[in-house]
Each structure stands twice: as structure tokens, then as C-alpha cells.
């Protein structure tokens, strides 16, 4: 049995119901946009600098806390600070086992003029509340701009045998995947 006494944040509403014998569950924000300031301004450094506006109709948004202090590498040690750049260099490493994503959702997106905002965002911040806080709204965030394509592997394992074949040929002039289509010509 529970009883639901919604008071939205007024503190007032949680002191009554612990006055009447009852426990509550701590509330913690939810819907919001992400801040990603840096990503979007920096000219030099921001992933994101110059795309403010840009909306993509389907994207996954996936939120990875940052690990805990313990689990933080040590200085020189290469087998946990080594990452693998498949889309850059091509090769295929073997890959350390990490921990999967607190919360990931799908759904349009929006890069503005702070960070990220759309549908996607605001149910990663409104199903992800208990983990974004708990790790201080701090941690990696991975954007999958068309998820239709698959997973970063899976691109790189259809691409991998068209490099043996064409080495010259290149992306920008050929793509070999078949994109959604908007509905838009042109």
C-alpha cells in the first residue's frame, strides 16, 4: 500500500506527510537540458563549436557516470588508459570489457547555444534523475547520430571489407551505407 501526495517541491507537502507517519522518497531534478558550454563555444576545442541550431530527427543519447575514485587509473597504467580509435586509424584491437551505460534514450535532438536539448535529452535527464545525481551531473555522454547505422563496431565491420577492396575510395564521395531518407529531395 502507498499513499501518492503530490505537493510538486513544496517542502511543506513532505513535513505534512512526515508528520501523518508517513516515509517519503528524496526528489531529486529532472527534465532538463544539458549543459555542455565548452563543447559548443571553444572554438579551438569544442566538438560541437558552430552547430548550435542543428536538430537531428533521430539520435541515442547515453549517459556513462564517471568511474569511482578506486577504479580511476593509475598513472602508466596503459592497459586501462589505452582507448581505440576505430573510426580514425581502421585497425581492429581487442577491446577491454567496460561497463555499459547508466541510462540511454532515443528520440530528436538539438545542439544549442549551451549544450543539448530534444526529446531524447529530456528523457535521458527525466528516466536518468537518481543516476545523473548521484554522479553529480558529471560523467561522459555518447551521442549516436543515426542509430539506424548501428553500434561505432558494426559501422567499422562493414566499412572494413570496402577499405580491402576500394583503398582509394573514399567516404565523402561514396557512401555505402544507405541513410534514412527525411522525406526531403534535395
Known sequence: DAV????????????????????????????????????VQDEAMGLLHGLSGLSVPWAQVSFYPPP???????????????????TATMTKKKKKKKKGPAVTQQGPLLITHHGLSGPAVLRLSAFGARELHQARYRGTLRIQWCPALGTTDE?????????????????????????????KDG
Open 4 to 39: 501518492i501526495l503530490a505537493t510538486g517541491s513544496l517542502p511543506i507537502g513532505h513535513r505534512m506527510a512526515r508528520d501523518l507517519g508517513h516515509t517519503h522518497v528524496d526528489t531529486v531534478p529532472s527534465l532538463f537540458t544539458l549543459n555542455a558550454k565548452q563543447e
Open 68 to 86: 569511482p575514485p578506486s577504479a580511476q587509473p593509475e598513472l602508466g597504467d596503459e592497459a586501462t588508459t589505452t582507448t581505440t580509435t576505430t
Open 155 to 183: 559501422i567499422v565491420e562493414q566499412l572494413w571489407p570496402l577499405t580491402s577492396a576500394r583503398p582509394k575510395k573514399q567516404v565523402a564521395s561514396s557512401c555505402p551505407f544507405a541513410l534514412p531518407n527525411d522525406g
